[in-house]
């Protein structure tokens, strides 16, 4: 088991650059594929981002390549989500999530563990 925890959730401006963070416990990072989803106001959850278990592999959704970059820090046991050029389509509820395998699945449902979200609003 692991429990995971988001945060560094705010209002943004378009064009602007934020940061979340997630923090892992009861096993370590590393034992685990993470990456992130977030889910708008009427929407489904989405696959935004991952890093593989080795961190070797990074995956992100068409919409953000080039403006988010995810990243891992296994001493820490945190993950990170760096966003750029936001614009006010990304304003969503961001969880952190993590699944037992290599890689974190783009389908929500398959992944095993879930943060609590964190609100980024991006204001136009």
């Known amino acids: 088991q692991v429990q995971l925890v988001e945060s560094g959730g705010g209002l943004v401006q378009a064009g602007g650059s934020w940061r979340l963070a997630c923090a892992a416990s009861?096993?370590?990072?590393?034992?685990?594929?993470m990456g992130w989803f977030r889910q708008a106001p009427g929407k489904e959850r989405e696959f935004v981002a991952a890093?593989?278990?080795?961190?070797?592999?990074?995956d992100y959704v068409d919409s953000v390549k080039g403006r988010f970059t995810i990243s891992k820090d296994n001493a820490k046991n945190m993950m990170y989500l760096r966003m750029n050029s936001l614009k006010p389509e990304d304003t969503a509820v961001y969880y952190c999530?993590?699944?037992?395998?290599?890689?974190?699945?783009?389908?929500?449902?398959?992944?095993?563990?879930w943060g609590q979200g964190t609100q980024v609003t991006v204001s136009s």
């Open positions: 009861g096993r370590t990072s590393s034992s685990y594929a």
């Open positions: 999530a993590a699944k037992n395998g290599p890689v974190v699945s783009r389908r929500y449902h398959e992944n095993d563990y």
């Open positions: 890093i593989s278990r080795s961190g070797g592999s990074i």
